[in-house]
């Protein structure tokens, strides 16, 4: 079946530090990635999206690249804010028959940004 | 505009005792998902809906039962808790097929 592998944390980061949240993928077919996050006592979030090979999602400043040749789909970001401060959740969506599509995620990584 | 909304936000439960989590949607989306959180385990979906009146089992769909009368509700049932159900328990819909889920902001579950 499908899964996600993501870097396992906690990571904490200086502000200003570059980040990069390694994120692989096993699955059938040609998988939609996403990457969500999650703030504290809230539900998760959609972050970025990418849907095809070599499409690169980005939002607020937070990009990945979805490279079919490596199957992964890293999340970076080149100045971390204490406002990142997170859990971030890679996850793919594919086909789970009955004309349904699955979301399987990754198990998190929490991000702490320091000042 | 509510997007997704899961009451009740938090519950304690007794073992045995017997619940139902609500979600409701105003977005007229057809699917609907229920996903519990755990420590260290990511999310795991335990049952779904690809539209009114239909459900179909997810990863982790024993001691869990789901409705799906209308389409902007979907409900989960505990029938007799147990503390491995302790979790936080998450709803999310979307339009259309592999498209990005709406997410609700959790009911925090306890049984004792």
């Known amino acids: 079946g499908d899964s996600v592998t993501q870097m396992e944390g906690p990571v904490t980061l200086s502000e200003e530090a570059f980040l990069t949240i390694n994120c692989t993928y096993t699955?059938?077919?040609?998988?939609?990635l996403f990457w969500y996050v999650q703030y504290p006592g809230e539900g998760l979030q959609l972050l970025l999206k990418?849907?095809?090979?070599?499409d690169k999602g980005s939002n607020k400043g937070f990009e990945a690249t979805y490279r079919k040749e490596t199957t992964s789909f890293h999340l970076e970001k080149g100045s971390v804010q204490v406002s990142d401060s997170a859990v971030y959740f890679c996850?793919?969506?594919?086909?789970?028959?009955?004309?349904?599509?699955?979301?399987?995620f990754g198990k998190g990584t929490k991000l702490s940004v320091i000042p | 505009n509510a997007g997704v909304t899961q009451t009740p936000k938090f519950r304690v439960l007794k073992t045995g005792q017997s619940m139902t989590l609500l979600c409701a949607q105003d977005?007229?989306?057809?699917?609907m998902y229920w996903y519990r959180q755990d420590p260290g385990m990511g999310l795991r979906l335990i049952h779904y809906?690809?539209?009114?009146?239909?459900?179909a089992k997810g990863e982790v769909p024993d001691g869990y039962n789901v409705s799906r009368l209308k389409k902007q509700n979907f409900l989960l049932g505990l029938e007799s808790a147990a503390p491995s159900q302790t979790s936080v328990y998450f709803c999310?819909?979307?339009?259309?097929?592999?498209?990005?889920?709406?997410f609700g902001d959790g009911t925090r579950l306890s049984i004792l």
């Open positions: 999310a819909s979307t339009r259309t097929v592999n498209q990005p889920q709406h």
């Open positions: 990418a849907t095809k090979a070599d």
């Open positions: 996850a793919l969506s594919g086909y789970s028959g009955a004309g349904s599509y699955q979301l399987t």
């Open positions: 699955a059938t077919g040609y998988p939609s």
């Open positions: 977005m007229n989306h057809e699917y």
């Open positions: 809906s690809v539209g009114e009146g239909t459900t």
